[in-house]
């Protein structure tokens, strides 16, 4: 069934239906006003996102099942709408969850996440649904670092290699850092000669007037 011009098929009903996290939790459900609309989401499943060439290691399909069997704090089923591509295929997996009527008359917008990729969350996803989602309750932590927006830009080449080039040389400045504190910490003379201002001259001094007392000691 196509729904919009994005729109390759619409996933729900009760087919496929895995028992949602609300449910299995045994949360309590209540009665809301019929007139609000459930929250909605848009999953990408284009020519990166939903594809085990771009995106390996995840099932795919498992993570669209689990998608479509979350359920709101009313128990209402949310439609999970399939699209072809958002635009922002370096980010797939990518899924858009969309307020619901309530959500977004309490200025409640749909929210992009990318690298959607992990069961965990799915669990994320499925909490703050069942809380409300966009405009009732705010994007849960573990969700934050995958938020996006469909103006996303792909980081160039350059600045990558840029980032690349830094993070090299703070590892390069560590390994150092932490030499010269292992070379600070060492036993012996070795340490001692090498610490501020002990020239290797005056170190030498040093050892041979040690030598020196010793041998007057065991006269
Ligand atoms: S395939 Fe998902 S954003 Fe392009």
């Known amino acids: 069934m196509v729904a919009r011009s994005t729109c390759a098929f619409t996933v729900g009903g009760d087919s496929g ?4 996290r609300s449910a299995r939790k045994g949360r309590e ?9 459930p929250c909605k989401l848009v999953v990408c499943r284009g020519c990166c996102c939903g594809t085990k060439k771009k995106v390996p290691g995840v099932d795919h399909k498992a993570q669209l099942k689990r998608l479509s069997g979350i359920e709101d704090h009313e128990g209402r089923s ?18 858009v969850v969309q307020p619901s009527s309530k959500g977004r008359a309490d200025g409640g917008r749909p929210v992009w996440l990318g690298d959607f990729t992990e069961d965990r969350l799915v669990d994320e996803l499925d909490d703050w649904i069942f809380r409300g989602g966009p405009g009732a309750a705010p994007v849960p932590e573990p969700l934050q670092p995958h938020l996006t927006s469909k103006d996303a830009k792909k980081p160039k080449k350059k600045k990558l290699k840029k980032q690349l080039k830094r993070k090299r040389k703070q590892a390069e400045k560590d390994k150092k850092e932490k030499k010269a504190a292992a070379s600070k910490g060492g036993k ?14 005056k170190a030498k001094g040093g050892k041979a007037r040690k030598a020196e007392g010793k041998k007057k000691k065991k006269k």
Not at 17 to 20: Q, S, T, Y
Not at 29 to 37: H, L, N, Y
Not at 78 to 95: D, E, M, Q, Y
């Open 17 to 20: 239906h895995i028992a949602p």
């Open 29 to 37: 459900k209540v009665v809301g006003d019929p007139s609000d609309k």
């Open 78 to 95: 949310v439609p999970v709408r399939v699209s072809k591509c958002l635009g922002i295929c370096f980010k797939a997996n990518v899924v």
């Open 188 to 201: 012996g003379d070795k340490g001692k000669a090498g610490e501020k201002g002990a020239s290797p001259e």
